[in-house]
Antibody, heavy 115, light 112 residues
Framework: EVQLVESGGGLVKPGGSLRLSCAASGFTFNTYSMHWVRQAPGKGLEWVSSINSLNTYMYYADSIKGRFTISRDNAKNSLYLQMNNLRVEDTGVYYC????????WGQGTLVTVSS | DIVMTQSPLSLPVTLGQPASISCRSSQSLVYSDGNIYLSWFHQRPGQSPRRLINKVSNRDSGVPDRFSGSGSGTDFTLKISRVEAEDVGVYYCMQATRTRRTFGQGTKVEIK
């Protein structure tokens, strides 16, 4: 059974940092590209970032470029999102999503940026 | 980036009646391999999104056959042949033709 379990969310002040993690299981992690998608409270879905299976290509939404860094550790079946210089507008639930057309999503982890 | 525009944004429906959601892209979604990477997702309150349809019209495993997807180029449609109570929630289209994925704004389906 495919499972994606996010962790690392929490309350942080503007300008602060957080590192999100996603533990993957039930599939061959090192053969799939992975994505982060976020959802602000009461709002729609926003693609944030993606990384290919070999950890060589990373892509970012303009809204977070230069502040967030996606990475992965295929030996640990894990995906990460390092978030720096956080803003109030970064508040939301962050989902880890498997490529193959976004067929599997994690349950999400809540990030709250507030003073 | 490709802009995805859904309509309507709110859709009150009667149980047992059909429903239809439109999704239009600002550019053609035909990829170099000839496929169109357009997916539909359903999100119930408090839950993660679930994919219903990929590549315009391919229903995912376990998705009831009352759901169907169609379209080409820049115009796509999700249809529910007979709405059931469990179909309430928000529906999103998403393009995966371009590396930077983009979603529609979402259509909230509720029972009248």
């Amino acid at each position: 059974e495919v499972q994606l379990v996010e962790s690392g969310g929490g309350l942080v002040k503007p300008g602060g940092s957080l590192r999100l993690s996603c533990a993957a299981s039930g599939f061959t992690f090192n053969t799939y590209s992975m994505h982060w998608v976020r959802q602000a409270p009461g709002k729609g879905l926003e693609w944030v970032s993606s990384i290919n299976s070999l950890n060589t290509y990373m892509y970012y939404a303009d809204s977070i470029k230069g502040r967030f860094t996606i990475s992965r550790d295929n030996a640990k079946n894990s995906l990460y999102l390092q978030m720096n210089n956080l803003r109030v507008e970064d508040t939301g639930v962050y989902y880890c999503v498997r490529e193959s057309g976004f067929d599997f999503w994690g349950q999400g982890t809540l990030v709250t940026v507030s003073s | 980036d490709i802009v995805m525009t859904q309509s309507p944004l709110s859709l009150p429906v009667t149980l047992g009646q059909p429903a239809s959601i439109s999704c239009r892209s600002s550019q053609s979604l035909v990829y170099s391999d000839g496929n169109i990477y357009l997916s539909w997702f359903h999100q119930r309150p408090g839950q993660s999104p679930r994919r219903l349809i990929n590549k315009v019209s391919n229903r995912d495993s376990g998705v009831p056959d009352r759901f169907s997807g169609s379209g080409s180029g820049t115009d796509f449609t999700l249809k529910i042949s007979r709405v059931e109570a469990e179909d309430v929630g928000v529906y999103y289209c998403m393009q995966a033709t371009r590396t930077r994925r983009t979603f529609g704004q979402g259509t909230k389906v509720e029972i009248k």
